[in-house]
């Protein structure tokens, strides 16, 4: 059964560092997305992207963060200068189109975050 | 704007029995979607169940189902046969119809009892 990946699955970074996280969605999807969720919280949403660019943000989806896809599979989400609130696990998502339950996000194992 | 409510921060119950949790949410639309998604201790948030707000029929998957009741705004989730495996947090999740996000609540923490 095809699913989102994630690499890497744990990332410890200085503060101040910038930091790549990459997903690969699944290959028929269309609609990217980045979550976040800080240990013992909800998850929020921080971005989705469509057609090489972005729908709509959160207001944590900051000037520090951008999004990118590279080529056909990748999509990464860009921290440039990380903060110690930035600790989290970072989850993509991807979904197949608009209209009934082809909207439903699959989620990838996540990227689990440390800003020191 | 929309909001999901989890009354319950933690849930116990025995293999082998049923539980539920509950879960409310609060919207001015009328075309939407409502999810359970299940994250062990691994942190993956793994889809369990989904129902689509126009569907009268409560959405089931083996031993999971819902009571979905609209005019309530209500999205409560049934697990028959309570497994060990099915220890986990689970959150409830809402998404509008041609929407971008999901919005979370704050999710129930089960844990199955030997």
């Known amino acids: 059964e095809p699913e989102v990946t994630q690499t890497p699955s744990h990332q410890v970074t200085q503060m101040g560092q910038e930091v790549i996280l990459r997903c690969v969605p699944i290959?028929?999807?269309?609609?990217f997305y980045w979550y976040r969720q800080i240990l013992g919280q909800k998850v929020e949403f921080l971005v989705s992207f469509y057609n090489n660019e972005i729908s709509e943000k959160s207001e944590i989806f900051d000037d520090q963060f951008s999004v990118e896809r590279p080529d056909g599979s990748n999509f990464t989400l860009k921290i440039r200068s990380t903060k110690l609130e930035d600790s989290a696990m970072y989850f993509c998502a991807s979904s197949e189109a608009r209209g009934g339950l082809q909207e439903t996000q699959y989620f990838g194992p996540g990227t689990r975050l440390l800003v020191l | 704007a929309q909001t999901v409510t989890q009354s319950q921060p933690e849930m116990s119950v025995q293999e082998a029995e049923t539980v539920t949790l509950s879960c409310t949410y609060d919207?001015?639309?009328?075309?939407?979607?409502l999810f359970w998604y299940k994250q062990p201790p691994s942190r993956q948030m793994i889809l369990v169940i989904r129902q689509e707000a126009y569907k009268q029929q409560n959405a089931t998957e083996n031993r999971f189902s819902v009571n979905f009741q609209k005019a309530a705004k209500s999205f409560s989730l049934k697990i028959s046969d309570s497994q060990l495996g099915d220890t986990a947090m689970y959150f409830c999740a809402f998404m509008k119809h041609l929407g971008n996000q999901f919005y979370f609540g704050t999710g129930t923490s089960l844990t199955v009892i030997p």
């Open positions: 919207t001015s639309e009328n075309n939407y979607y």
């Open positions: 290959s028929n999807h269309l609609y």
